[in-house]
């Protein structure tokens, strides 16, 4: 069982930035595949971002790229989302997920623990 704590989420203006956070529990976090997904209100869960184990590889929905930077911090067992230039369409809930036996991607069929979600708010 993986636990996962999301924070970091606000009401910011258009054009601000946010950090999210995201910490796992467990001793094996190096191990984790980690992804962040967004739901805005009234539509379906979407991919924004994911990382790969070693950190190298890093993968982004097209709406989010050159906006949005995932990093993952393996001492603190935690997973960043850096949030950039951020537009109204980017408000949703945005949560994190764990994916043990997977590479990165955007299907959420590969993560296999979430969290429960911090709420960004972006205003005109």
């Known amino acids: 069982q993986v636990q996962l704590v999301e924070s970091g989420g606000g009401l910011v203006q258009a054009g601000d930035s946010l950090r999210l956070s995201c910490a796992a529990s467990g001793r094996t976090f190096s191990t984790y595949v980690m992804g962040w997904f967004r739901q805005a209100l009234g539509k379906e869960r979407e991919f924004v971002a994911a990382i790969s184990r070693s950190g190298v590889s890093t993968y982004y929905a097209d709406s989010v790229k050159g906006r949005f930077t995932i990093a993952r911090d393996d001492a603190k067992n935690t997973v960043y989302l850096q949030m950039n230039s951020l537009k109204p369409e980017d408000t949703a809930v945005y949560y994190c997920?764990?994916?043990?036996?997977?590479?990165?991607?955007?299907?959420?069929?590969?993560?296999?623990?979430w969290g429960q979600g911090t709420q960004v708010t972006v205003s005109s």
């Open positions: 997920a764990v994916g043990l036996n997977t590479r990165p991607g955007s299907a959420s069929g590969r993560y296999d623990y």
